[in-house]
T-cell receptor, first 115, second 114 residues
Framework: GAVVSQHPSWVICKSGTSVKIECRSL??????MFWYRQFPKQSLMLMAT?????????EQGVEKDKFLINHASLTLSTLTVTSAHPEDSSFYIC???????????FGQGTRLTVV | AQSVTQLDSQVPVFEEAPVELRCNYS??????LFWYVQYPNQGLQLLLK??????LVKGINGFEAEFNKSQTSFHLRKPSVHISDTAEYFC????????????FGQGTTLQVKP
């Protein structure tokens, strides 16, 4: 199956700094990617839809100025958590739909800890 | 709109016993159905999916699921579990409207005991 690579797998940063997470489709092109957030022992919550060449679409309640998304190419989407605070600590996962959009392929996830 | 309900938050079971993880969904449009597994601090791995055709779907690691349209259910089963099956399991639906946007259930923790 298709491979989605997410980097880094974990990161620790200080409050007030920004952190960038990359999501790459390795063997296919993805005009759309999705970013999810997962709190401990909870399900995945869709944060935003990343669209290649245009602005991301954010879900209700997600701060677009806090979570900057850039989809610069057909194989790369980035999520930047700006001015991170401890409450931003979470597990972030990206996904990309496969051909025909009948399946989604997930990255390995990024564990963000803000101290 | 769509919603997915996983009826059990935790399912403890002994090794080699059968298990069923329940999933019900609600949708005003046709959907595809999925089960994913997540191991700690990892992404999601697809177990199986239902797109069309036979309502009994076989997946990886000996899992299978049955789509029941009248009951809007997609329960996951395995006849004999292993310790290594201990993980979080997510049921999800994907509207056939071609957005690629999955809607997840709350997850079920399968705890396999020796």
């Amino acid at each position: 199956g298709a491979v989605v690579s997410q980097h880094p797998s974990w990161v620790i940063c200080k409050s007030g700094t920004s952190v960038k997470i990359e999501c790459r489709s390795l063997d296919f092109q993805a005009t759309t990617m999705f970013w999810y957030r997962q709190f401990p022992k909870q399900s995945l919550m869709l944060m935003a839809t990343s669209n290649e060449g245009s602005k991301a679409t954010y879900e209700q309640g997600v701060e677009k100025d806090k979570f900057l998304i850039n989809h610069a190419s057909l194989t790369l989407s980035t999520l930047t958590v700006t001015s991170a605070h401890p409450e931003d600590s979470s597990f972030y996962i990206c996904s990309a739909p496969g051909q025909g959009r009948t399946e989604a392929f997930f990255g390995q996830g990024t564990r963000l800890t803000v101290v | 709109a769509q919603s997915v309900t996983q009826l059990d938050s935790q399912v403890p079971v002994f090794e080699e016993a059968p298990v069923e993880l329940r999933c019900n969904y609600s949708s005003s449009v046709s959907v595809y159905l999925f089960w994913y597994v997540q191991y700690p601090n990892q992404g999601l791995q697809l177990l199986l999916k239902y797109l069309s055709g036979s309502t009994l779907v076989k997946g990886i690691n000996g899992f299978e699921a049955e789509f029941n349209k009248s009951q809007t259910s997609f329960h996951l089963r395995k006849p004999s579990v292993h310790i290594s099956d201990t993980a979080e399991y997510f049921c999800a639906v994907l509207p056939r409207s071609n957005t690629g946007k999955l809607i997840f259930g709350q997850g079920t923790t399968l705890q396999v005991k020796p």
